[in-house]
């Protein structure tokens, strides 16, 4: 399967195969990790992943497999769950890279990054995380950014005052871990920048199982809008369910809101208007023939009910969330007629485009990061409507960053969070 030659657009893809260029038949078989949190509060983030990276592997295979530069390759992914803890995640990437010769590491990203990138960076192994707050210089094979994560935190406080003006009070919480502090940071730089008042900026414990006093707290600032960043699916839930218990009557925002598990704890009313960025591949925004549908297909005929591999859940954003940054490098792969970490990063950053499932993408990043391994797409930004979430409006996250950055950078290092900070 050629993927570089994908026409990733609201039309159909097309697709040149490996198998049918001179033949050739698929010889060798190249391995690739899914290292992140299959169980624990943090699996809402990494579990759903797999079935869009499977869908990936099984048809890079099933079509001759991945075509680099006229020689075929197989593709077999390993998955390890790292629980969402650093000392997992470096077993884990050991384990990877040492028993399997993995070339590239799907990833979460956040603690496990941490723990991991020493280790990876010696073996020049490519690690995809969701979250580009993990790049850094010193990390040259960590890529990130098909995820939206942070620039959609970022880009919510934004889209809460073009849709009401007179909103003027920002509260935002999340867990105290590397991914809560570093995306809360921008976020709160990003509401200042759009002119909000702040009210509320703080962090709970990971350990906490009872969100009510943490929920009285932050309603007792009267915010008009309660943020919760980048918490844990299982997190919000939670914290949903006391905002609802305790009266809450404002807006709702949030990275990620799974909309199945929170509709079994508050009534979708409660949520009505809450955003989001993570879509739904139904969404009549995408259209019909379009390969967001296509997926959605896909992923039903395969996973839905009765499917063969039937999940018992239906879709979320996370299933394609992770497939973003494998089909992405596997493109650097075919950029470069090379698996080798340091000629396939170096493709993607002198492309001048990439193509993902949200639309063409570029990598950039160094003002955030210090480094351009930042793959950036359009922005998504869904609301909640009748319980489901809808696409609202597609954002140009660059455009919106370039007149904020220096004050949006500025709070962000009086955080101590920015990329020469930690």
Excluded at 132 to 146: E, F, N, Q
Excluded at 232 to 239: L, Q, S
Excluded at 250 to 265: F, R, V
Excluded at 348 to 377: H, Y
Aim: include cysteine.
């Amino acid at each position: 399967m050629r993927i570089l030659q994908a026409v990733l657009t609201a039309g159909a893809t097309s697709l040149m195969v490996a198998g049918s260029v001179g033949g050739a038949a698929a010889q060798e078989t190249v391995n690739i990790g899914f290292l992140g949190a299959l169980s624990g509060p943090d699996a809402g983030w990494g579990l759903p992943g797999l079935t869009g990276n499977e869908m990936f592997v099984d048809r890079v295979n099933a079509e001759g497999g991945l075509d680099v530069c006229g020689t075929p390759y197989l593709l077999n992914m390993i998955p390890f769950d790292d629980e969402a803890t650093g000392s997992k995640a470096l077993q884990g990437a050991k384990q990877l890279v040492l028993e399997h010769d993995v070339k590239f590491i799907s990833a979460i990203g956040g603690n496990p990054a941490d723990a991991t990138h020493p280790f990876l960076t010696k073996k020049k192994v490519v690690y995809a995380s969701l979250i580009s707050t993990d790049i850094k210089p010193d990390r040259p094979y960590l890529i990130a950014g098909g995820d939206v994560t942070p620039r959609i935190d970022m880009m919510r406080p934004w889209y809460h005052k073009q849709r009401n003006p007179d909103l003027q009070r920002w509260a935002v919480l999340s867990q105290d871990d590397s991914i809560g502090l570093t995306s809360q940071a921008w976020e709160v730089g990003s509401a200042i920048a759009d002119g909000w008042d702040v009210v509320y900026d703080e962090h709970y414990s990971l350990d906490t199982v009872d969100f009510a006093p943490i929920v009285t707290a932050v309603l007792a600032t009267n915010p008009d809008v309660v943020s919760l960043n980048l918490s844990y699916p299982d997190f919000v839930v939670g914290i949903l369910e006391q905002l609802h218990s305790q009266g809450y009557e404002g807006e709702i925002s949030a990275n990620y809101l799974d909309s199945e598990s929170i509709l079994t704890k508050v009534p979708a009313e409660f949520i009505e208007g809450a955003v989001d960025s993570f879509p739904l591949f139904n969404d009549p925004h995408w259209g019909e023939g379009s390969v967001q549908q296509k997926f959605y297909n896909d992923w039903m005929t395969r996973y839905g009910p009765g499917g063969p591999d039937d999940v018992k859940r239906g879709i979320t954003g996370i299933d394609w969330d992770h497939v973003i940054m494998l089909e992405i490098w596997a493109q650097g792969v075919q950029m470069a007629c090379s698996f080798e970490a340091e000629e396939v990063v170096a493709a993607l950053q002198n492309a001048d485009e990439v193509d993902t499932i949200l639309g063409k993408g570029s990598f950039t990043g160094a003002e955030m990061w210090g480094i351009d391994n930042m793959v950036s797409t359009p922005v998504p930004i869904n609301e909640h409507r009748s319980g489901v979430k809808r696409v609202q409006q597609v954002a140009d996250f660059g455009e919106w960053f370039e007149p904020r950055k220096e004050q949006i950078i500025a709070h962000v290092r009086s955080k101590g969070m920015m990329f020469d900070q930690r």
